[in-house]
């Protein structure tokens, strides 16, 4: 048997720290992102590159999921991370057949993350043989051949076909369509792991998954909260917006347990005038909640608006609103008014000093929206989280009128675009309806595997056949160690990428990789120049075009390899034209359109430059739920103190990184340069433990009487609430538990997990 490290590298790449930045962009983030591009791919072609990035007609940037603006500023619509994603993609480096040659399998699961990502852009169809130790090329013919025969051969409930959200609508619309019509619906994606606690939560409470506010509404907003989400390094070009509604006289409060720079101050680098000045202060307030304090939090928000209430009758609640529009607020209020309040403080870590001018601002407010991220959805009360942010809207009345609002804040560029296509274990009767009609086939009908529930499978040797569309499945789950043995058990894995990552040196028993374009790059379907689309996290359906020459000749589209293996696997029938639909896009979105709700017109609307909104029921205050209502709900003070363990630990983002792609190794807003492998702890508490600033460390982490593993962190000392530590994903998903998820969305608690700093024994 093949031996290959399944685990992260360990090896230590030299901690060096500067003082954490208290202002995000400015002209230092133009620097960095001018030297990630130069480095890539030559400076020149670098900035004529980003000339075209997240302009009408140009390329999508698969940064973030954030909407662009209509007033573009005329040269670039991009931010230092953007950049970095695009120079990530666009490098010139190449993983040939020569470099499979050159590296075993198992030599190459020996780099870090860093290295592996480093090397380049895939440029042929590779193929694992079983027992052996290299990759060696194999034709596409070949390789889609071996899919397809193999699928034929296992029952269609043996195959998983993951997707991670960078997929475009096209794609993911003729992904989901072929494995239906194979027979199964185990497609987990990037979502299960991400805002699926958003999804699950918005629908019941207000009908739809996704957001309700649009970039406009962000402008005109009297406060926004953003909680749990980190958006100057993750969401950059939202800080612009935020300024804006700032200079409309809005208001921002950052919930959220580390100060994050780009809530203090930002410097907007293309304002010269904003440069000079320093740049302005974002967040009015800063509530630094201990980790998963926010319901605690929430609850005595939403308690100060009822007393607001009380003493300024008509005022402060939107009682219209809630006797037109929603059901179950006097149940609802009970339950708020039976609060602990002394154990909610203690719980969220805040003073009520601390609380009173939120609240006031609250209270004196009628157009609030609340954006989130990880730090909300990623709890063991994920969805309870995201229903108590819905609570205070809708006491408010801030749902469906301008300026007010859900606002989920989406990760990958496409991710909510996928969801809208079909990509999703639990698809609704209504749409699997539809997909049957038009295309004549017959859908299963009984759910699929989320990516918890593959892993599990997977690890029952339930699974013969895994196919990752996009993403690094071994690197982003939980429990690397268990994940990759469940990937081990499968006869064949498959992964269709750009770039090479760990997902393709811990495979199944056969593996293959098959090289794909990225967005940046053009895509010629029978001599024409095609586009594809996506949708951003405000519904925003727009066009994406790559406009450079592909990495290399034997780079196929997305589109082209699901409709290569549903040629062979599904066959073509007068509803299932592959081969149409491979060679001309428009007549896949011809599909979409008749199939999907929203769609219509398709192919004129989505050549508008702006793009075209989709429907959204809560944005007009039709809300889709059973009873027609907003849906008021009581939910428990979660624990927050760790049970198990000593502290609870959150795995986030560094400012160099895109989940597992590793840009560099600076977290430089953070001021933590050369390293990964640390954990910001509380001054005290390192005290307390007697360890040193700097010092090595183990972490162990605990659930349920298990313990997992993880050598050799530096600490470093930083301002996060006692208790409370962080650590950087994916180093530290080998101490995720996979069977510590949310309630109902079954999304890892990657924001929770319990865990012990042990000092190294000498
Ligand atoms: N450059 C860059 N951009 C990205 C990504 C990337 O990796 N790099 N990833 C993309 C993806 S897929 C996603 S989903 C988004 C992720 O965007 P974020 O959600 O901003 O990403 P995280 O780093 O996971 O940050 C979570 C934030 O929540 C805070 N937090 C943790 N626990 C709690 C809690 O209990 N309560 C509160 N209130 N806060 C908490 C953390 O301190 C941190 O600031 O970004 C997208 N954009
Ligand atoms: N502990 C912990 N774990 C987490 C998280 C966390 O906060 N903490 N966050 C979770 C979240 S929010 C998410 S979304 C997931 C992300 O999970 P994934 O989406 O699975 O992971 P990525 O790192 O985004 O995937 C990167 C790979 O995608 C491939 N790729 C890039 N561009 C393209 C393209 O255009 N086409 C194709 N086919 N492939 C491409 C490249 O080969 C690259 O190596 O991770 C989750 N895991
Ligand atoms: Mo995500």
Same mark, same amino acid.
Not at 81 to 87: E, F, L, R, S, V
Not at 381 to 403: A, D, F, T, Y
Not at 627 to 655: C, G, W, Y
């Given at each position: 048997?093949?031996?290959?490290?399944?685990?992260?590298?360990?090896?230590?790449?030299?901690?060096?720290?500067?003082?954490?930045?208290?202002?995000?962009?400015?002209?230092?983030?133009?620097?960095?992102?001018?030297?990630?591009?130069?480095?890539?791919?030559?400076?020149?072609?670098?900035?004529?590159?980003?000339?075209?990035?997240?302009?009408?007609?140009?390329?999508?940037?698969?940064?973030?999921?954030?909407?662009?603006?209509?007033?573009?500023?005329?040269?670039?619509?991009?931010?230092?991370?953007?950049?970095?994603?695009?120079?990530?993609?666009?490098?010139?480096?190449?993983?040939?057949?020569? =470099?499979?040659?050159? !590296?075993?399998?198992?030599?190459?699961?020996?780099?870090?993350?860093?290295?592996?990502?480093?090397?380049?852009?895939?440029?042929?169809?590779?193929?694992?043989?079983?027992?052996?130790?290299?990759?060696?090329?194999?034709?596409?013919?070949?390789?889609?051949?071996?899919?397809?025969?193999?699928?034929?051969?296992?029952?269609?409930?043996?195959?998983?076909?993951?997707?991670?959200?960078?997929?475009?609508?096209?794609?993911? $619309?003729?992904?989901?369509?072929?494995?239906?019509?194979?027979?199964?619906?185990?497609?987990?994606?990037?979502?299960?792991?991400?805002?699926?606690?958003?999804?699950?939560?918005?629908?019941?409470?207000?009908?739809?998954?996704?957001?309700?506010?649009?970039?406009?509404?962000? $402008?005109?907003?009297?406060?926004?909260?953003?909680?749990?989400?980190?958006?100057?390094?993750?969401?950059?070009?939202?800080?612009?917006?935020?300024?804006?509604?700032?200079?409309?006289?809005?208001?921002?409060? !950052?919930?959220?347990?580390?100060?994050?720079?780009?809530?203090?101050?930002?410097?907007?680098?293309?304002?010269?005038?904003?440069?000079?000045?320093?740049?302005?202060?974002?967040?009015?307030?800063?509530?630094?909640?201990?980790?998963?304090?926010?319901?605690?939090? =929430?609850?005595?928000?939403m308690l100060?608006l009822l007393?607001?209430e009380e003493?300024?009758?008509?005022?402060?609640l939107?009682?219209?609103?809630i006797?037109?529009?929603t059901?179950g607020f006097d149940r609802f209020r009970q339950a708020l008014l039976q609060t602990?309040?002394?154990?909610?403080?203690?719980?969220?870590?805040?003073?009520?000093?601390?609380?009173?001018?939120?609240?006031?601002?609250?209270?004196?407010?009628?157009?609030?929206?609340?954006?989130?991220?990880?730090?909300?959805?990623?709890?063991?009360?994920?969805?309870?989280?995201?229903?108590?942010?819905?609570n205070?809207?809708l006491m408010?009345?801030?749902?469906?009128?301008?300026?007010?609002?859900?606002?989920?804040?989406?990760?990958?560029?496409?991710?909510?675009?996928?969801?809208?296509?079909?990509?999703?274990?639990?698809?609704?009767?209504?749409?699997?309806?539809?997909?049957?009609?038009? !295309?004549?086939?017959?859908?299963?009908?009984?759910?699929?595997?989320?990516?918890?529930?593959?892993?599990?499978?997977?690890?029952?040797?339930?699974?013969?056949?895994?196919?990752?569309?996009?993403?690094?499945?071994?690197?982003?789950?939980?429990?690397?160690?268990?994940?990759?043995?469940?990937?081990?058990?499968?006869?064949?894995?498959?992964?269709?990428?750009?770039?090479?990552?760990?997902?393709?040196?811990?495979?199944?028993?056969?593996?293959?990789?098959?090289?794909?374009?990225?967005?940046?790059?053009?895509?010629?379907?029978?001599?024409?120049?095609?586009?594809?689309?996506?949708?951003?996290?405000?519904?925003?359906?727009?066009?994406?075009?790559?406009?450079?020459?592909?990495?290399?000749?034997?780079?196929?589209?997305?589109?082209?390899?699901?409709?290569?293996?549903?040629?062979?696997?599904?066959?073509?029938?007068?509803?299932?034209?592959?081969?149409?639909?491979?060679?001309? $896009?428009?007549?896949?979105?011809?599909?979409?359109?008749?199939?999907?709700?929203?769609?219509?017109?398709?192919?004129?609307?989505?050549?508008?430059?702006?793009?075209?909104?989709?429907?959204?029921?809560?944005?007009?205050?039709?809300?889709?739920?059973?009873?027609?209502?907003?849906?008021f709900?009581v939910?428990?003070?979660?624990?927050?103190?760790?049970?198990?363990?000593?502290?609870?630990?959150?795995?986030?983002?560094?400012?160099?990184? $895109?989940?597992?792609?590793?840009?560099?190794?600076?977290?430089?807003?953070?001021?933590?340069?050369?390293?990964?492998?640390?954990?910001?702890?509380?001054?005290?508490?390192?005290?307390?433990?007697?360890?040193?600033?700097?010092?090595?460390?183990?972490?162990?982490?605990?659930?349920?009487?298990?313990?997992?593993?993880?050598?050799?962190?530096?600490?470093?000392?930083?301002?996060?609430?006692?208790?409370?530590?962080?650590?950087?994903?994916?180093?530290?998903?080998?101490?995720?538990?996979?069977?510590?998820?949310?309630?109902?969305?079954?999304?890892?608690?990657?924001?929770?997990?319990?865990?012990?700093?042990?000092?190294?024994?000498?």
């Amino acid at each position: 048997m093949r031996k290959v490290r399944i685990l992260p590298s360990e090896n230590l790449t030299g901690l060096k720290q500067t003082a954490p930045s208290h202002k995000a962009a400015g002209m230092k983030g133009v620097t960095v992102a001018m030297k990630h591009l130069s480095q890539e791919l030559g400076l020149w072609d670098g900035l004529r590159l980003m000339a075209k990035v997240n302009q009408p007609g140009g390329v999508d940037c698969p940064g973030c999921a954030w909407p662009d603006p209509e007033q573009r500023s005329r040269l670039f619509e991009y931010c230092e991370n953007g950049a970095k994603a695009i120079a990530e993609e666009a490098t010139r480096k190449r993983v040939d057949a020569v =470099f499979f040659a050159q !590296h075993s399998v198992q030599e190459l699961s020996t780099w870090s993350d860093y290295e592996i990502g480093k090397s380049g852009r895939i440029t042929e169809p590779m193929y694992l043989a079983p027992d052996s130790s290299h990759y060696t090329p194999v034709s596409w013919d070949e390789a889609l051949g071996m899919i397809a025969s193999h699928l034929k051969g296992i029952t269609p409930e043996k195959a998983v076909f993951y997707t991670s959200g960078r997929t475009s609508n096209e794609t993911a $619309y003729l992904y989901q369509l072929m494995v239906r019509a194979y027979g199964t619906n185990n497609m987990p994606d990037c979502s299960n792991m991400c805002h699926e606690s958003s999804g699950v939560g918005l629908s019941e409470t207000v009908g739809i998954g996704k957001g309700s506010v649009t970039l406009q509404d962000i $402008y005109e907003a009297e406060v926004i909260m953003v909680v749990g989400q980190n958006p100057g390094t993750n969401h950059p070009r939202m800080l612009s917006a935020l300024q804006k509604c700032k200079v409309n006289g809005g208001k921002i409060i !950052h919930v959220n347990p580390l100060p994050e720079v780009g809530t203090e101050r930002f410097v907007d680098p293309q304002s010269p005038l904003d440069i000079l000045k320093g740049g302005a202060k974002i967040a009015d307030h800063w509530l630094p909640v201990r980790i998963n304090g926010d319901i605690a939090l =929430f609850k005595l928000l939403m308690l100060g608006l009822l007393e607001a209430e009380e003493r300024n009758p008509g005022h402060v609640l939107d009682r219209e609103f809630i006797e037109q529009h929603t059901e179950g607020f006097d149940r609802f209020r009970q339950a708020l008014l039976q609060t602990d309040k002394a154990q909610a403080l203690k719980d969220c870590g805040l003073t009520e000093a601390e609380l009173k001018p939120v609240i006031e601002a609250l209270a004196e407010k009628r157009k609030i929206i609340i954006c989130w991220a990880m730090g909300i959805t990623q709890q063991r009360n994920g969805v309870q989280n995201v229903r108590e942010i819905v609570n205070l809207l809708l006491m408010k009345g801030s749902i469906g009128k301008p300026g007010a609002g859900t606002c989920p804040v989406r990760g990958h560029s496409n991710v909510q675009g996928d969801r809208t296509m079909g990509i999703y274990e639990k698809p609704a009767a209504s749409f699997l309806d539809a997909l049957d009609r038009h !295309h004549q086939i017959d859908s299963p009908k009984e759910y699929g595997f989320d990516t918890v529930e593959a892993i599990e499978a997977m690890n029952q040797g339930e699974v013969s056949f895994f196919m990752g569309m996009g993403g690094n499945f071994i690197s982003a789950t939980p429990d690397t160690q268990l994940t990759g043995e469940a990937m081990q058990k499968c006869d064949l894995t498959v992964q269709v990428s750009t770039k090479l990552n760990r997902s393709h040196l811990v495979t199944g028993k056969k593996a293959l990789i098959l090289p794909c374009l990225g967005r940046t790059e053009q895509d010629v379907q029978n001599g024409k120049m095609q586009f594809q689309t996506v949708e951003n996290s405000m519904g925003v359906v727009h066009r994406t075009k790559g406009s450079i020459a592909p990495a290399s000749a034997h780079l196929k589209s997305e589109v082209s390899i699901v409709c290569g293996i549903a040629r062979l696997l599904i066959g073509e029938t007068a509803a299932l034209q592959w081969s149409m639909w491979e060679h001309d $896009y428009d007549k896949i979105r011809e599909q979409i359109e008749a199939v999907i709700p929203g769609f219509d017109d398709f192919n004129r609307r989505v050549r508008n430059p702006q793009g075209f909104l989709l429907p959204n029921g809560a944005r007009e205050r039709q809300f889709n739920t059973p009873n027609a209502k907003a849906n008021f709900s009581v939910n428990e003070l979660p624990p927050v103190d760790p049970q198990e363990a000593r502290f609870v630990m959150m795995t986030i983002r560094s400012h160099d990184q $895109y989940n597992t792609t590793i840009y560099g190794l600076n977290d430089r807003y953070r001021g933590v340069i050369n390293e990964r492998r640390v954990v910001l702890m509380n001054k005290e508490d390192m005290q307390q433990l007697g360890i040193k600033e700097r010092e090595l460390v183990d972490l162990e982490s605990i659930f349920k009487g298990e313990r997992r593993h993880a050598p050799s962190f530096h600490a470093v000392p930083y301002n996060i609430p006692r208790f409370c530590v962080a650590t950087y994903f994916p180093e530290a998903n080998p101490l995720v538990p996979l069977k510590s998820t949310a309630k109902w969305s079954n999304t890892p608690s990657s924001k929770f997990v319990e865990v012990n700093i042990l000092k190294k024994s000498i």
